[in-house]
């Protein structure tokens, strides 16, 4: 009976039955929907390995931890468990009921290590603790051991930021103003009004993603400042702390899901806006480095099609995680990879991988296509 199991199994696996199509469930090799948003996949001696957030069918929180799977072709994916697991513990940064998202997980060829970075929230505080989470493991499939959370960036100032702009943001004052969005409140969010007010504290880090850049230095990028301001901030040789080098990219412009890569000796940065789980339209910047100078440039979505009645003015209705490629020394196409969410059942978000292709310019544009890019 095991032997028949198995061999029809193989044969749905091998006539393709499996093969994920965007805007549909994609299912493991066991027939259960991947279970891993807001993640991302690396490639690791001749497997790669998808990390996400394993999300409960109904609520909010985190109630297992980060999922991880392996794959030897981007199709068929093996669940190997929980990478990352809650803590049982009361009181405990990743207590059960904490709210995990965006892991990312990079390996350390220096150290041999796989570290994950993670955005946190303490369990029944909501999105308050706005940290950014580490832990590590010797092993891709884990079990990862939580190492500490934290804001980032305490009593330090943007490296580029000049004296001028040091006093300037000092004299702000965050908390006398209660209304969002009129041209003052903007002018003094431009000044460093949300960098001062969390100096001491630490800068927020919600949504956030990872980077490695080709001379091997890792940079975290995150949502920061109430999700007003995006900070790029370089990672220890380890990738287990902070340099202290850190910049703010687009202040006020309300900028989440950050998903970067490098194409023609220039640094793309595709974010999405602040809609909680509804889709918005993409947002696109050029980098002349990764500490910018940076131009924002219209969404790269374009053309027909999208996840139900979703257009390329709502992301195809999903919301970016990660760029990565099947294979970089074969040029295979970047994939965007992304989250439609479910917010009824999250565990049931849909994933989203379309190639990036690109204008004759060399500007990224991402298309519709139902099938998966492999
Ligand atoms: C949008 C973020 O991109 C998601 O990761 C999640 O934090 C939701 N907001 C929560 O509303």
New binding site residues.
């Given amino acids: 009976m095991r032997k028949m199991l198995f061999l029809v199994t193989a044969w749905l696996l091998s006539a393709g039955v499996f093969a994920q199509q965007n805007g549909e469930l994609w299912m493991d090799v066991d027939g259960k929907h991947i279970n891993a948003h807001?993640g991302n996949v690396i490639k690791y001696g001749d497997k790669y390995y998808w990390y996400g957030e394993n999300r409960p069918y109904r609520g909010?929180t985190t109630e297992a931890g980060v999922g991880v799977y392996s794959s030897t072709d981007l199709q068929h994916w093996k669940d190997e468990g929980i990478a990352l697991a809650v803590s049982e513990e009361p009181g405990h940064d990743i207590e059960r009921g904490c709210?995990m998202?965006?892991p990312k997980v990079l390996y350390n060829a220096k150290t041999g290590k796989f570290v994950m970075l993670f955005?946190l929230e303490l369990k029944g505080r909501g999105?308050e603790a706005a940290r950014v989470a580490f832990a590590i493991s010797d092993s891709p499939t884990g079990p990862f051991r939580f190492i500490r959370s934290t804001r980032v960036n305490a009593n330090v100032w943007p490296f580029d930021y000049t004296k001028k702009q040091v006093e300037a943001a000092k004299q702000t004052d965050a908390s006398k103003w209660k209304k969002w969005w009129t041209p003052e409140w903007m002018a003094e969010t431009q000044k460093g009004m949300y960098l001062w007010s969390d100096m001491a504290g630490g800068q927020m880090s919600?949504?956030m993603t990872v980077y490695v850049d080709d001379d091997g230095k890792a940079y975290h990028i995150t949502?920061s400042q109430e999700n007003l301001t995006l900070l790029v901030s370089e990672l220890t040789d380890d990738y287990l702390d902070f340099t202290g080098k850190y910049n703010m990219v687009a202040p006020g412009g309300q900028n989440?899901?950050p998903c970067i890569f490098k194409h023609g000796g220039k640094y793309w940065l595709i974010c999405?806006g602040?809609?909680?789980?509804e889709p918005n339209e993409a947002r696109m910047f050029r980098g002349e480095s990764i500490w910018g100078p940076w131009t924002q440039l219209p969404s790269p979505f374009e053309g027909e099609g999208g996840y139900r009645d979703f257009s390329a003015k709502k992301t195809f209705g999903a919301?970016g995680t990660y760029i990565f490629r099947k294979n970089e020394e074969a040029g295979s196409p970047y994939i965007f990879m992304a989250d439609i969410?479910n917010?009824r059942h999250l565990s049931e978000s849909l994933h989203l991988w379309l190639p990036i292709g690109f204008k004759t310019d060399g500007t990224p544009v991402i298309r519709w296509q139902p099938a998966v890019p492999y």
């Avoid at 602040?274 to 789980?277: A, H, L, Q, V, Y």
């Fill in positions: 807001g909010f709210i998202e965006r955005h999105y919600r949504d949502s989440e899901a999405s602040c809609t909680g789980w919301q969410w917010p």
